[in-house]
């Protein structure tokens, strides 16, 4: 369970239903009815089923699932995009769902920024017009506007293109103005929404790691919709599976391609590459006075070491690798054997 310190958003059994009367079948939602059930019977459709979650502050928080699960509907209850049947969603203690309109959008300006898969870019305005737009509507002067917004593009990776329009622009690097639009707003909260789909393969990693990067300077609190778990496992501290509106896993992603909570689960993560995912932390044996007998000049591995890179390592050496943390302290052994074992599952 995240602590309950540094919660940054707080998802209280949210739910969802679509149709003319949605309170009159809340009872069958609750009583379990399926989604198949409800809509022969009442015609309304499940959205979102009772999902409760903990994100913490500078946390990438992935939620994910096939189409039809849920998982963008949900994300856009984060900033009542979509307002819910039942249930709250407090940031920073505070219920968006309670809010008013005019405390709405002060939240929607300042608190929360959106990224779409389809970019959102105004066509007629150039790459700086665009980043600096949300900063024009909320009143900034137009020179510390631009300052900052450039501040945006370069930090993106797109110093030189802020005079060229959108239609100029490949779809990775129009993903990067909408990236860079986000977050000009020094919004404390990024949701980004299948961000990255519509982007070919080679684009789309680059993405993954410029994401990360950024993250690691900039510490925000994301939330990431997508429907690849390579995806999520590459970018999430935390991920969230869900299907048919349900929430059917929480965890990091050694925790979810470890011990996998059911059947629906355990086939998403069947035919993942495990080196690319698990870590060698995740596979150590303890310390345990393991380290005794060890020569001093036994190679030491980070836990955080991809399985991948930390076999490489081994196979340069031979035996025993001591497994340390980020302050090099010994958190365990890991040998050849222990890495094969690993890989075959």
Do not use: W
């Amino acid at each position: 369970m995240t602590d309950e310190q540094n919660i940054k958003i707080k998802v209280d059994s949210i739910c969802k239903v679509f149709g003319e009367d949605p309170e009159s079948v809340m009872d069958l939602v609750h009583q379990g009815i399926s989604k198949s059930d409800l809509l022969e019977q009442t015609g309304h459709v499940i959205g979102i089923r009772d999902v409760s979650l903990d994100i913490a502050g500078g946390q990438t928080f992935v939620i994910m699932g096939l189409s039809g699960s849920g998982k963008s509907t949900l994300i856009r209850h984060f900033n009542r995009l979509i307002e819910p049947t039942a249930g709250h969603i407090l940031v920073d203690g505070v219920d968006v769902v309670g809010m008013n309109q005019r405390e709405l959008k002060e939240f929607r300006r300042s608190k929360v920024s959106m990224v779409f898969q389809r970019f959102a870019l105004l066509p007629h305005k150039t790459v700086l017009d665009n980043v600096s737009y949300g900063l024009f509507i909320s009143g900034m002067n137009r020179k510390k506007a631009y300052d900052h917004a450039m501040e945006q593009i370069s930090l993106v990776g797109l110093d030189g293109f802020e005079n060229h329009y959108p239609t100029q622009l490949s779809g990775g690097m129009q993903q990067r103005v909408g990236l860079a639009r986000a977050l000009a707003t020094d919004a404390e909260v990024l949701l980004m929404d299948e961000a990255f789909s519509a982007l070919d393969p080679l684009i789309r990693n680059d993405m993954q790691s410029q994401l990360k990067e950024l993250q690691a300077r900039l510490h925000k609190t994301i939330v990431f919709i997508t429907h690849d778990l390579d995806e999520a496992l590459r970018i999430g501290d935390k991920i969230a599976i869900l299907k048919d509106g349900e929430l059917r896993q929480v965890g990091t992603g050694t925790q979810i391609m470890l011990h996998p909570a059911d059947d629906y689960v355990e086939r998403f993560v069947r035919d993942v590459n495990r080196s690319r995912v698990l870590t060698i932390g995740s596979i150590a044996e303890p310390v345990d006075g393991a380290l005794e007998g060890l020569p001093a000049d036994t190679p030491r591995i980070r836990e955080d070491t991809m399985l991948d890179e930390g076999f490489r390592a081994l196979a340069t050496g031979s035996g025993t690798a001591i497994v340390v943390d980020e302050a090099a302290r010994p958190v365990g052994v890991v040998t050849p054997k222990t890495l094969l074992e690993a890989l075959a599952g």
